[in-house]
């Protein structure tokens, strides 16, 4: 839906290199100590307005195997759905730098909360500051995401994205584990 003639708000334009499809090369959840190997793909795309629409979306999840041999668009027939993900990430205008940015997401799990973070360079971080779930959603409950997006130093078509999270089972003291580990290269610009 990005409408491509439509300029990028000038308040976005330093995360402009976000913009774009993007296909995972690898991709790695970690849940209750297991590792599993998954398709990401991950759109962002913009109407003009001052905030990016985002949508994550997650298929073919399957148990990571000790040869590499991960799932690959390449050796996908059928995509089976996973994980949905879709927000927005907006920049404070009233931040004379530009560098505050909040993403408001919702996920297909019941989840939906607010990340709040800063730009650095060509990658930033958002950590949560609020997180709501629906009422049926099992436990452990999620307590704190923190996402980690950084464009490669060398090849600006590859895409970094971490996803840390500490859940209702873990300590209060307790560092977040690594959830999510994604390379995306760039597939298109619109």
Not at 19 to 27: F, I, K, N, P, Y
Not at 77 to 82: A, C, G, Q, V
Not at 83 to 109: C, T, W
Not at 122 to 128: A, G, I, N, R, W
């Amino acid at each position: 839906m990005s409408l491509s003639k439509v300029p990028v708000h000038k308040c976005l334009e330093k995360l402009q290199w976000l913009l774009g499809v993007w296909r995972s090369e690898s991709a790695t959840i970690q849940l209750e100590g297991k590792a599993f190997s998954y398709l990401s793909e991950f759109k962002c795309e913009h109407v003009g307005q001052p905030n990016f629409i985002l949508h994550i979306n997650g298929f073919n999840v399957q148990p990571s195997s000790d040869d590499n041999t991960g799932v690959s668009w390449s050796n996908s027939t059928e995509l089976k759905p996973f994980h949905r993900e879709m927000g927005f990430l907006r920049v404070n205008p009233k931040d004379d730098a530009l560098m505050n940015i909040s993403y408001l997401n919702v996920q297909n799990v019941g989840l939906a909360d607010v990340e709040e973070g800063n730009i650095n360079g060509k990658s930033f971080l958002v950590e949560t500051k609020s997180i709501g779930r629906s009422c049926f959603n099992k436990d452990p409950s999620v307590r704190l995401l923190r996402r980690v997006y950084r464009l490669d130093e060398q090849d600006e078509n590859i895409l970094h994205v971490k996803v840390f999270m500490s859940t209702s089972k873990m300590q209060e003291n307790e560092q977040p584990f690594e959830h999510l580990t994604i390379r995306y290269r760039n597939v298109s610009n619109e």
